[in-house]
């Protein structure tokens, strides 16, 4: 407990030193504000001046200045913005060819600056001198939200997200990111966002997040950038258990007896939730997983088990289309279902379940199933599949009830990632496997 402490403080004060050169910056663009005087309110000027500024002070204060443009901006005048980055600082594919043509004949070191150079459309650098601003990093995620939003209509858009990602990729890179402990002691206004970002069981009530954070046998981890103290970039909920749980209820249950943390066999990650949807596509799950596995291990070395209780979300859209009979049974199922017909659809949903996690219909050959292809990519295996596991609304539309186990192994959790990535094929359970063959 008193290493978990230290790595806790180490990582809070790396925090604070990062956030007051942040603040550094802050008073250095108030300092320059006073000396840059032409802040234009027009979208194409103040993009054109945060490019053309030579100095870090002119620099700054133009970027503090577009971004408080860009955020002024309805959707239509955004788009118009957009469109004028595509038109006019897109790569110069001209001057890019000549490069390479130049480097083919001459190659030289200054040959492949130049080509890096010109392969690099402006709004790469534009994000770059905006992400140094006060708040820059936040700001940008947030504008990719809306970015993200104005791609439905405008898809030629994905061109500048591309590049704005590749960035994000390098800033939010895994070695900057900050594990935090949660727990009923944490600040209120992150407590609030756990209550706001939680995308698999719904936190009703604070009563609910107490069951969650309070009790012994329960944890919670979230990462956290140092340009983005408060605000969590993904978190996991974590059930300290003797066995391996079948049903989300028995782990959400308000009143219960919490056992001691010591007694616990079992770690179960029960949800996974990303918080930031301008982060969409950089992956900080498969990080977290591990990273909270193994500080988990040390904390409690009784820990012999690490596995998930998850959703399979993409189960009963598949149903319909490959066993429309059997996936009508389901529909609108009530708690009558499970006392009425469950039982004699059970050897039937089952091994249309474990076609559908074990057999891919995809081009790619990846697991049909979102929440499998991120455990088992991870290195995790299929440890059980749980019928009625959760009879949710949510639940009931989107998996018939079922729930999943995967299991990490973490002394050849890295084997197992390697080996799936490779033959796609997935690792099974011996559980899993008798089940398949009774079936």
């Known amino acids: ?19 007051n050169l942040m603040r550094g910056k802050m008073g250095l663009s108030a300092f320059g504000r006073k000396h840059v005087l032409d802040l234009s309110s027009e979208p194409q000027q103040a993009v054109n001046a945060v490019l053309s500024a030579t100095g870090e002070v002119s620099s700054l204060v133009y970027a503090e200045n577009l971004l408080d443009v860009i955020e002024a901006l309805d959707d239509g005048e955004l788009a118009a913005l957009l469109a004028h980055l595509l038109d006019t600082h897109d790569i110069n594919a001209q001057a890019l060819a000549k490069a390479a043509t130049n480097y083919a004949t001459a190659p030289t070191h200054d040959g492949i600056e130049i080509i890096a150079n010109a392969a690099e459309p402006g709004w790469m650098e534009l994000f770059r001198r905006l992400n ?55 600040a209120a ?19 609910d997040l107490r069951a969650r954070l309070a009790p012994e046998d329960r944890r919670c981890f979230a990462f956290f950038h140092p340009a983005m103290p408060n605000e969590p970039l993904i978190f996991v909920e974590v059930a300290l258990t003797k066995e391996i749980p079948q049903r989300i209820d028995d782990v959400l249950a308000l009143k219960r007896d919490a056992d001691t943390a010591n007694a616990a066999t079992t770690a179960v990650f029960y949800s996974i939730s990303n918080c930031q949807s301008g982060l969409a596509g950089i992956s900080f799950g498969n990080f977290l997983i591990k990273r909270v596995a193994g500080q988990l291990r040390q904390e409690l070395p009784n820990l012999s088990r690490f596995v998930t209780l998850s959703p399979v979300p993409g189960l009963m859209k598949w149903m319909n289309a490959a066993y429309p ?4 049974e389901f529909a609108g199922m009530n708690d009558d279902f499970w006392f ?37 990519g991870n290195g995790a295996f299929l440890e ?40 796609k094929a997935v690792p099974l359970s011996s559980g899993v496997k008798a089940l398949m063959k009774s079936l």
């Open 1 to 19: 407990m008193r290493l978990i402490l230290l790595g806790y403080l180490n990582m809070r004060l790396l925090q604070d030193m990062l956030s």
């Open 325 to 328: 009979k059997l996936a009508a």
């Open 189 to 207: 206004n992150i407590l609030e966002k756990i209550i706001a970002y939680e995308a698999v069981h719904e936190i009703t009530s604070w009563d």
């Open 384 to 423: 059980q599949l749980n019928y009625g596991g959760d009879r949710s609304p949510k639940a009931v539309t989107q998996a018939g009830g079922l729930m999943v186990n995967y299991s990490y192994d973490l002394d050849v959790v890295e084997k197992n990632h390697e080996e799936f990535n490779k033959t």
């Open 132 to 186: 140094a601003t006060t708040n820059g990093t936040v700001r940008l995620v947030h504008f990719r939200e809306r970015l993200r939003e104005l791609m439905r209509n405008h898809p030629n858009f994905r061109r500048i997200d591309l590049g704005l990602v590749r960035l994000l990729r390098n800033w939010f890179n895994p070695g900057f990111l900050v594990l935090e402990p949660i727990d009923w002691s944490t």
């Open 340 to 376: 009425e017909k469950a039982e004699e659809l059970q050897t039937d949903f089952t091994r249309a379940a474990i076609e559908y996690l074990t057999v891919s219909s995809r081009p790619d050959g990846l697991p049909n199933d979102p929440v499998a292809r991120f455990h088992l």
